[in-house]
C-alpha cells in the first residue's frame, strides 16, 4: 500500500472537502427533508472518507480494494441526490457543479488507487 496513514492519501483529504461541502448544502433544505434527502446525503458522503479509512486499515491491497469500491458506490449515490436536489429546486446550478466537480476529481482519484493496488497483469485485462 502507498500510505501507511489513510490521512496523508489526497483521496481521503477530498473525501473530507466534499463531507463538509455536502454538510453545508444540507443546511439549504427545506425543514421536511431533514429526516430524508438530508439524512440520506449524510450518510453517503460520510460513508466516502469513512471506507478509504476503513479499507487503508485492512490486511492486504485486495481487501482495501474492497473498501474503495464501496466508497466508488457511496460516491454515486451522492451524486445521484444531488441530481434530485437540482431536479427538485432545492439548489442551484452553480453549486451542484462545485459538487460535480469534486465527485468527479475524487472518483478518478478512487480508481487510480484501486488500480495501483491491482497486481500488474490485472490492470491489463479488459472489462466485460
Do not use: H
Not at 444531488?82 to 431536479?87: A, F, G, N, P, W
Not at 472518483?107 to 485485462?125: D, G, R, V
Request: charged share 25%; with cysteine.
Amino acid at each position: 500500500m502507498k500510505s501507511s496513514n489513510y490521512k496523508e492519501l489526497k483521496v481521503w483529504q477530498k473525501a473530507m472537502d466534499l463531507t463538509v461541502e455536502v454538510y453545508k448544502l444540507v443546511k439549504l433544505l427545506p425543514k421536511e427533508e431533514t429526516y430524508a434527502l438530508s439524512d440520506q446525503m449524510r450518510r453517503a458522503v460520510v460513508s466516502i472518507p469513512s471506507n478509504i479509512a476503513e479499507g487503508q486499515g485492512r490486511n492486504s491491497d485486495k481487501e482495501f480494494i474492497q473498501f474503495l469500491s464501496i466508497a466508488r458506490g457511496s460516491l454515486w449515490e451522492l451524486e445521484t441526490q444531488i441530481e434530485i436536489c437540482l431536479r427538485i429546486g432545492y439548489i442551484d446550478q452553480s453549486l451542484a457543479t462545485n459538487i460535480y466537480n469534486l465527485i468527479e476529481e475524487i472518483s478518478k482519484m478512487l480508481n487510480a488507487l484501486s488500480n495501483s493496488l491491482k497486481p500488474q497483469n490485472q490492470c491489463l485485462k479488459p472489462n466485460n
